[in-house]
């Protein structure tokens, strides 16, 4: 049978090289050296880096490229982008917001990422964006999966009708249950909302993703009952703990408590780096915090750890373009991860390890896989970080479905060569 792709002369994300990849009916079905089969489409991807697509774990779909809409966000603080986007959700339509996600979701696509997961705001009685994102949901799903969280951004207490609203998203088709305890009225409301949550969950057999703990206030500690939650009712592997950010500013012997909690109740971790850096530390002076969690020591205890982006052009964050490199780079450098390994795994971090927080069937590059890839124009994963590489071929399924032309510099320069590859460059010995 012949093949409908075969990519030739792999890289791949866990140093082996010149690699071959068979697809055939939507999967891989061979991935070694030297493969001679025909093919309905040959990509030859010599000395390129070959990756499962890219997933953005964490994202606020009804929200993107709304930017400047009713206004900009003065302090550049999350409270002003709240309450900015409480100004804004009245005036959303239907039409307005599913054109904007799809907008962005081929921007997305163009960027290698074939999954993400997004938070959608139930306290707008209309739930005009949860019908209209179930709606882009559906039309999508050929080459994006996208699930959504049911988000009580004003809070599911402190909000007249979250409640409500919460369970109606549900019956609507949201996949997956989310919450704010930090943003409820009292310390209390937080455990308790958090309770309500995952008894949810585990009564509708969901998934669950918590903002928790979005705050400099190290005494924020939401994410302790989130795993008590979690051991409670019997949710290990099924709960998220979205930002976690006070855990930057807690002493070291509590989060030294609280890590193996984590790691027992095995709660994915999702910081989201672009964000975190500029939304947290703001009431600070000199030094600023960074605000980040503690990813390398997540690491260490075996918690999964993801890195989403959060957000783009939105009323929280006026830059982001789609590319889980960038929030690879930016978790890189405000984490210090900078080792060869720890570099490596930040490639990991919007790749695989999102692909467990989603519970993705089928992804990664073995025999059996989707056919999802995406070509880079780089040599390895930490090179694609270092340059921000280009994605060359997008494929979904075996298909090609994006397609950018590599990044050639032409130079003319007294006494150097015409042309230079700038993405491709490593010292030699010497
Ligand atoms: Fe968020």
Redesign the pocket.
């Known amino acids: 049978m012949a093949l409908d792709l075969l990519v030739k002369g792999a890289n791949l994300p866990d140093g082996r090289t010149n690699i071959d990849i068979a697809c055939a009916g939507g999967r891989i079905t061979a991935i070694e050296p030297n493969i001679t089969a025909e093919a309905a489409r040959v990509i030859d991807a010599t000395g390129r880096l070959v990756s499962p697509p890219f997933i953005d774990v964490?994202?606020?779909m009804d929200a993107t490229l709304s930017l400047g809409l009713p206004r900009m966000n003065v302090s550049g603080t999350l409270l002003e982008g709240i309450a900015l986007w409480g100004e804004l959700k009245p005036l959303l339509t239907h039409e307005a917001v599913a054109e904007r996600a799809l907008r962005y979701i081929d921007l997305a696509v163009s960027k290698g990422m074939l999954a993400i997961r997004t938070?959608v705001d139930i306290c707008d009685d209309r739930l005009t964006a949860v019908e209209a994102l179930v709606e882009v949901r559906k039309q999508v799903k050929p080459y994006l999966d996208l699930q959504l969280v049911a988000f009580p951004q004003d809070g599911y207490y402190r909000s007249r009708n979250a409640v409500k609203n919460l369970d109606r998203a549900l019956d609507l088709g949201v996949d997956i249950v989310g919450g704010i305890p930090h943003f409820e009225r009292t310390m209390e409301d937080g455990p308790r909302s958090l309770k309500a949550l995952c008894e949810i969950a585990a009564r509708r057999g969901l998934l669950v993703d918590i903002?928790c703990d979005?705050t400099d206030d190290p005494l924020s500690r939401h994410i302790e009952a989130l795993t008590h939650e979690t051991e409670r009712l019997g949710l290990q592997g099924r709960v998220t703990g979205?930002?976690l950010t006070s855990m930057h500013s807690m002493d070291n012997y509590y989060a030294s408590k609280l890590l193996p909690l984590i790691a027992e109740a095995g709660i994915h971790a999702v910081p989201?780096p672009l964000?975190n850096i500029t939304l947290q530390g703001r009431h600070d002076t000199y030094p600023k915090r960074r605000g980040m969690t503690r990813v390398p020591e997540m690491r260490a205890h075996g918690i999964n750890v993801a890195f989403?982006q959060?957000?783009t052009m939105d009323p929280w964050y006026s830059l982001g373009g789609a590319d889980m490199l960038d929030v690879a780079h930016m978790g890189l450098h405000v984490a210090q991860m900078t080792s060869r390994e720890a570099m490596r795994f930040c490639f990991e971090a919007v790749t695989t390890n999102p692909a467990k927080v989603m519970q993705l069937d089928g992804y990664g590059l073995a025999v059996g896989c989707n056919a999802d890839l995406v070509v880079i124009q780089a040599h390895d994963t930490i090179e694609a970080i270092r340059m921000r590489a280009r994605r060359l071929t997008v494929v979904r399924r075996g298909k090609v479905i994006a397609e950018t032309a590599p990044e050639v510099a032409s130079l003319t320069l007294p006494g150097r060569p015409a042309h230079l590859d700038p993405a491709s460059y490593f010292p030699k010995a010497g």
């Open positions: 964490h994202f606020h938070h903002h979005e979205s930002h989201n964000i989403g959060d957000c």
